[in-house]
Nanobody, 123 residues
Framework: VQLQASGGGLVQAGGSLRLSCAAS????????VGWFRQAPGKGRDFVAH????????NYADSVKGRFTISRDRAKNTVYLQMNSLRPEDTAVYSC?????????????????WGQGTQVTVSS
């Protein structure tokens, strides 16, 4: 599976962005997918994950109520809608495909990782 994250950019605080994670060469429709982020000088943090059919989602406390993860299985794409962005959301955002259909907040369960997309939120 090759993953490509896109949709990042520069936005003012309070603004919105929608990230997309598309796969090529193989479908991930039966796998959970997660989003993680890494700010400069910091480790990789869990953001959100979604189960194979979209029936279960999970969010980091820092983004609950502001971010929404969704998927379009027909398009083999997962989205991350980010609203009310804050400067502390600035990071490189990456998507990853989990080994199972359920997913987890731990990066260790993810088998495939895509290159990230930069999100910068100015104050």
């Amino acid at each position: 599976v090759q993953l490509q994250a896109s949709g990042g950019g520069l936005v003012q605080a309070g603004g919105s962005l929608r990230l997309s994670c598309a796969a090529s060469k193989r479908t991930f429709s039966n796998n959970a997918v997660g989003w993680f982020r890494q700010a400069p000088g910091k480790g990789r943090d869990f953001v959100a994950h979604i189960s194979w059919n979209g029936g279960t989602t999970n969010y980091a406390d820092s983004v609950k109520g502001r971010f929404t993860i969704s998927r379009d299985r027909a398009k083999n794409t997962v989205y991350l809608q980010m609203n009310s962005l804050r400067p502390e959301d600035t990071a490189v955002y990456s998507c990853a495909v989990h080994r199972t259909s359920v997913g987890s907040a731990s990066p260790g369960g993810y088998a495939y990782w895509g290159q990230g997309t930069q999100v910068t939120v100015s104050s």
